[in-house]
């Protein structure tokens, strides 16, 4: 057999590596383009989205509706395909998989978290994540189980002694935002939850009420801060919803479990914009990553375009 390599294969090994080296430079390029600097997750807890913006009224979330969906692009496919319970579905927001953990806080995500990822590859510290609670199980997204990754780079968390009162999670969100800076935040806001698990239906709307001003306060503390203004994305969504028929609990992978809100916003992301392809919760790890400039390998999703591809003037 000959040794000798043609001149079309040499031809072609060329080009293959110009285009190895073109598509790592418009990634590059991508990645230095994007304005955000910090994204904050604010997670309204087990909400159905025929009590969101699948509602023709929107009664029970007029702030977000009226004066923060203009702000950004709200997503009408966005979908939890993996378990639809609180630990695993906010590991898997995290972590870009569909991880699947204890329910009662006593595991940790199998794959590395945002806030690892965003450690290691950047060499930040531990001030610039946090955990703000909200459901003092999940504290246990500070780090991943990952033998790569793990404690060492992982978050900060503040916790609350009254994990069901969304007003005292704001405070402790507003605290770490405006006293931090964080690059990456992730706020739970546990009443709807726990109202809905005990079939208190008027309580629980009101719930839902009161997380959407209070999600509207976040905002305004973000836009209002000299250091976040302006270079701060913000996710608004659910980790899981409800069974269509019964608000008392979830777990399957019926519609009311699976069709979940979300809202984007910040310098990246157009306004007014209602994006109608599927998008899956998993995606939301890779977004992030894009938008903060780092890789996540080890993440099943694929990054949400129209989240990070605004035309910069």
């Given amino acids: 057999m000959s040794n000798i390599v043609s001149m079309a294969e040499m031809r072609t090994c060329i080009l293959r590596a110009a285009w190895a080296s073109l598509f790592l430079l418009s990634m590059c390029i991508s990645l230095s383009a994007q304005r955000s600097k910090h994204v904050v997750i604010v997670v309204l807890d087990g909400v159905r ?57 006593t595991q940790r995500p199998h794959s590395p978290t945002l806030f690892e990822y965003f450690r290691k590859h950047t060499a930040g510290k531990a001030e610039q994540c946090w955990v703000a609670l ?6 246990m997204l500070s780090h991943s189980n990952h033998p790569n990754y793990g404690a060492a780079y992982g978050a900060k968390v503040k916790t609350s002694r009254a994990e069901y009162d969304d007003i005292t999670t704001f405070e402790n969100a507003r605290s770490v935002l405006s006293g931090y800076h964080p690059a990456i935040t992730i706020v739970n806001l546990a009443a709807t939850d726990e109202l809905a698990h005990n079939n208190r239906r008027e309580e629980y709307i009101s719930a839902i009420n009161r997380a959407d001003l209070l999600i509207g306060l976040v905002w305004n503390v973000i836009q209002s801060d000299s250091l976040l203004h ?39 992301t157009q306004k007014g914009v209602i994006d109608s392809t599927l998008c899956k919760q998993i995606d939301i790890a890779p977004t992030v990553g894009r938008l903060l400039g780092f890789p996540t390998p080890f993440s099943a999703g694929t990054a949400i375009q129209s989240a990070i591809l605004k035309q910069h003037e």
Avoid at 68 to 75: A, E, F, K
């Fill in 49 to 105: 989205y025929t009590e969101t913006f699948g509602d023709s009224t929107h009664s029970n979330i007029p702030v977000i509706w009226n004066q923060l969906r203009p702000q950004g692009t709200l997503y009408t496919s966005f979908r939890n395909d993996g378990v639809t319970w609180t630990n695993s579905s906010h590991a898997s927001i995290l972590s870009g998989t569909r991880d699947s953990v204890r329910n009662n806080g």
């Fill in 134 to 139: 909200g459901k003092t199980k999940l504290q």
């Fill in 230 to 268: 302006d270079r701060t994305t913000m996710f608004v969504m659910n980790d899981h919803g409800r069974h269509t028929k019964d608000i008392t609990t979830h777990g399957d992978q019926c519609e009311g479990c699976q069709h979940i809100m979300l809202l984007v916003l910040g310098p990246d």
